[in-house]
């Protein structure tokens, strides 16, 4: 590569193109992603370092009394060896990689993307960003259905900076926000708060705040003091799928 070429890709002109080919859109965690990235030679040839893919989320961050928006970086892959690619050259690299078992799931305001990035020496590296969508996998779809069967209704998802003592590796929890709308429950409980912790994928714990709904004076003051809700921990697994509605409602009932 001449000196001049050498400038200008260092000050972006010329630049490769990469673009990120999935062969689907939508997953669940655990499950594989397959596609392949698709790098296009700009106007001069260049040294490609490392391709990687980034798993990315959203949450919500509380400081000094403010919330904003943070990015969480989910995982981290790495696809190739360095290599060269000359000028309008083209070049692809098929992957397969496998979603983390915490992915959290794109209800609400949470988004779920892969970013594309290449490491090219003295250039611009360029990136690439691909939107996914993440169901619930059969054990966290049972316990919604079961839930649903208790009367409450999804009404809110969302990914919160994760408090210290239920940190892992990742410095966010997703919680899922019940009403009671129908059911027995209905006129007890403001509402559900559930959080799964993910072992496997077919195994979780949950941890279900109860919002008991407010009655008469000493209601109120329970409220006042947050003593009006109560934390439920326990263990689902692939096995109570078919008792999953006895299973949570016992869960739930000794708090009402």
Known sequence: MSVFNKVLA?????NAQVDTKL?????????????AVEIKGGSVGQSIGEIYLSLHTNFMKEHDDRKYQQIATIERFRLNEPFEIASKGKHEIPFSIKLPIETPL??????VWISTGLD????????DEDFIRI??????ESAFSALGGLG????????????HRF?????????????????SYRGKLDELEVVFFMKSSDEAEILIEV??????????????????ETKVRGFISSSDIPVMKDKLNGFISRYV
């Open 167 to 183: 940190r892992n590796r990742l410095p966010f929890i997703q919680e899922f926000e019940f009403a009671a709308y129908s059911g």
């Open 135 to 140: 169901e619930p996998n059969e054990l966290v």
């Open 211 to 228: 919002d008991r709904k407010v009655k008469g004076l000493a209601g109120l003051f329970a409220e006042a003091m947050e003593t009006d």
């Open 106 to 111: 794109t209800y609400g305001k949470t988004k």
């Open 23 to 35: 062969e689907r859109e939508q997953f669940r965690p655990g499950d594989l992603v397959t596609g």
């Open 10 to 14: 260092s000050i972006g002109i010329g």
């Open 152 to 163: 409450f209704k999804l009404k809110n998802a969302d990914c919160e900076e994760a408090p």
């Open 120 to 127: 090219i020496k003295n250039a611009v590296d360029p990136k």
